[in-house]
């Protein structure tokens, strides 16, 4: 067996590896080769310090990153054993992977292998088509399997309490001028290998809509019409709330939105009541649930799409120099 993972190996790994999302599409990550081993680091030139002062958005989108090099270096048949957090003098080093045993990747890894290219945050409304018992079962099994919880909200009743939760936070951001002006460093009208191109913002939010919208921009639509009146939420929720715990999260994240794909689903990231430290607080109490909400999901049937442009993979790779 090989003492350590190859260049190659991370380059290929990591076309997989930068399709996880982010706030904004900010791709806040980098991929470093050392001693063999695979480290996840963040970007601190890719945070957002106003939409994002705590770092919990940086690490969220790092611990998806991971979840997508696990699953690329697994079906490679070279998967990983991964310590998080593994150097604490190096705050920005998230987690490092080192070769396991070499196996043959199993079937549930090749499925959320596949969804990975296919994965997208879909911000348009959705049919109104129920999202069935066992597709929201694998859900659940999907946050389980990765340590957390996901709390499914369905009903008028309960859609609409969690609602004034999320709008509230939205009106408490948005009156933030550094806020806004953040978001619209980040808003792309042509081309770009990041942010959010205008194709991907969906409508443009109407004060009727059960559920906010970030304020991509995007389309009019007719007046008084309904976005969703009766959309699936889900609350993904972790153990606690360290720097540990929002990289599991992230993790957790990202085979929930795979299993999505990979069951037909389309999903939307609604993060204005995690953003919010008293809706947050606030969420937590409604669920009455143990632990911390780390993000929460629009689910449902939707229109097809494509994903968000990605940097070059050199753009997020560290690799050691070779003697000439």
Do not use: K
Request: charged share 25%.
């Amino acid at each position: 067996m090989d003492i350590g993972y190859t260049a190659a190996q991370l380059r290929t790994a990591a076309v997989d590896a930068v399709r996880a999302p982010s706030l904004h599409n900010t791709q806040p990550w980098r991929l470093r080769l050392r001693d063999g081993g695979i480290e996840v680091l963040t970007d601190p030139t890719r945070r957002l310090p106003s939409t994002d002062p705590s770092g919990w958005g940086l690490r969220i989108a790092c611990g998806a990153a991971l979840f997508n090099l696990r699953i690329a270096l697994a079906v490679a048949g070279i998967p990983a054993r991964v310590r998080l957090r593994p150097d604490p003098a190096e705050p920005d080093l998230l987690a490092r992977l080192a070769p396991d045993l070499p196996r043959r990747p199993t079937p549930a890894e090749q499925s959320l292998s596949a969804a990975i290219p296919r994965r997208f945050s879909n911000r348009l409304p959705f049919w109104p088509d129920p999202v069935p018992a066992d597709a929201r079962w694998r859900l659940g099994e999907a946050a389980h399997a990765e340590q957390c919880w996901l709390e499914l909200l369905i009903g008028v009743s309960a859609v609409s309490a969690f609602g004034e939760i999320a709008r509230s936070a939205h009106r408490v951001l948005e009156r933030d001028p550094a806020y806004r002006a953040e978001r619209e460093r980040w808003l792309r009208r042509e081309s770009t290998p990041d942010g959010v191109p205008n194709s991907a913002a969906g409508p443009r939010g109407e004060p009727q809509d059960v559920l906010p919208t970030r304020g991509y921009g995007g389309r009019d639509r007719a007046p008084g019409r309904d976005f969703e009146p009766e959309p699936l939420v889900g609350v993904l929720g972790s153990v606690g709330n360290t720097a540990v715990d929002q990289v599991i999260a992230g993790q957790a994240l990202q085979r929930l939105l795979l299993t999505a794909t990979d069951a037909g689903l389309s999903v939307s990231m609604l993060s204005q009541p995690i953003e919010v430290p008293t809706a947050r607080e606030q969420l937590r109490l409604s669920l009455g649930r143990f632990g911390t909400p780390q993000m929460v999901l629009r689910i449902g049937y939707g229109q097809p799409g494509r994903p968000t442009p990605r940097r070059g993979i050199d753009e997020v790779l560290d690799l050691p120099v070779v003697p000439a």
